[in-house]
């Protein structure tokens, strides 16, 4: 990136500071504050993320896919719902690298800012609001609720998935549609900077409604959590009852401390950030600092996409069993398994044939 004056003199970005001005014929021009100069660490992150995630999510849906059983369980509809948001957000992370490098083209980097980066983050929602179902649906499972037997139908889960996408649709998609600033083509795009007084006013009102759905689901997730752990220290009398409330304490409190690890830094580091954007904050060393931040806290909760295929192995009886078709050892262990059912038979037979001869 370059900047011209009136007699065509140019000087690289790199020898400015990210907050330097420029005098030019007696005027003063401010450059533009740029936060994204720092992307490599990052982009190797991503690049991680896309290489393992891809993979466990394809063998989910090959699994899934397999299986060719209808999900008549509330606990498969959720999964299937969160392996297509997860299958989403991995489709948007190549767009992302790229722009992040800096040497993809200008349409594709105004393309990721205005329409994969709004997938992404549809995505992102969508993970956190079933994962959410998925830790509540476990433990009103594993309780054996009977007031709450609707909530465990698949009809009802598939309903409830269909709220969530339309909801989320709703509130992003308008992004992608309102109008944008033309600008001049630039190595680092933020794009914020795209955005009109219009856009940029909806897409505040979006961070804050999905910060919204994101604390009514972690509200959930706790409730259930703090439910799962009152249950088994009422339990500590009887043992036969303490053996299973133990398994549900520590099957959803595992679930809920990672979602909380993966989603929670991120939200605290996005509201300010989300007032940089809107210069409410314009100081440019604190503008950089809390993108820094979000975007640190962002791959974390872009990590969960390689973790959710070994949800879906243990909570899936189809699914994992399919998978286990797969593995090596889990043939031959079948196949052994034959082999001492055949052995059984033919030493049955062969004591019987022995019998009749006495």
């Not at 500071?17 to 021009?29: D, N, Q």
């Not at 100069?37 to 397999?66: A, C, E, H, K, R």
């Not at 079933?130 to 009802?156: G, P, W």
């Not at 053996?243 to 409190?253: G, P």
């Amino acid at each position: 990136m370059s900047f011209y004056n009136d007699s065509g003199w140019t000087r690289p970005a790199a020898e400015l500071s990210p907050s330097a001005t420029l005098t030019t014929a007696g005027h003063s021009v401010k450059q533009q504050c740029i936060v994204n100069d720092q992307m490599g660490p990052f982009i190797v992150l991503y690049i991680l993320i896309l290489t393992v995630g891809l993979p466990g999510n394809l063998l989910s849906v090959w699994g899934f896919i397999q299986s060719r059983r209808p999900k008549k369980q509330s606990t498969s509809v959720y999964l299937v719902n969160l392996l297509m948001a997860d299958i989403l957000l991995l489709l948007t992370l190549p767009f992302k690298i790229l722009k992040d490098l800096g040497k993809a083209p200008w349409k594709l980097m105004v393309f990721h800012c205005q329409g994969s980066a709004v997938v992404m983050y549809i995505s992102l929602y969508a993970s956190i609001a079933f994962l959410a179902f998925i830790i509540v649906d476990r433990y009103l499972k594993d309780c054996h609720t009977a007031q709450f037997l609707q909530l465990h139908e698949a009809s009802f889960a598939w309903l409830l998935s269909m709220v969530v996408w339309m909801l989320l649709l709703l509130i992003m998609v308008p992004n992608m549609a309102l109008p944008t600033e033309n600008l001049t083509e630039s190595k680092y795009l933020r794009c914020s900077s795209l955005k009109k007084e219009l856009s940029l006013h909806w897409h505040t009102m979006t961070v804050f409604l999905n910060m919204v759905l994101f604390l009514n689901a972690s509200a959930v997730v706790l409730i259930s959590s703090g439910l799962a752990l009152k249950r088994f220290m009422r339990s500590r009398s009887d043992p036969k009852l303490r053996m299973d409330a133990r398994r549900v304490v520590l099957s959803v409190t595992a679930m809920a401390l990672a979602y909380m690890l993966s989603f929670v830094p991120y939200h605290v580091a996005r509201t300010p950030y989300t007032l940089a954007q809107t210069k409410v904050i314009k100081d440019c060393l604190t503008e950089r600092q809390l993108f820094l931040a979000k975007e640190s806290t962002l791959f974390l909760s872009l990590l969960h996409v390689c973790l959710d295929p070994l949800l879906f192995f243990q909570l899936d009886a189809p699914f994992r069993e399919t998978v286990r078709k797969l593995l090596p050892c889990s043939k031959n262990q079948s196949v052994h398994a034959k082999e001492q059912v055949v052995q059984e038979v033919m030493l049955q037979e062969a004591h019987a044939e022995q019998d009749a001869a006495v």
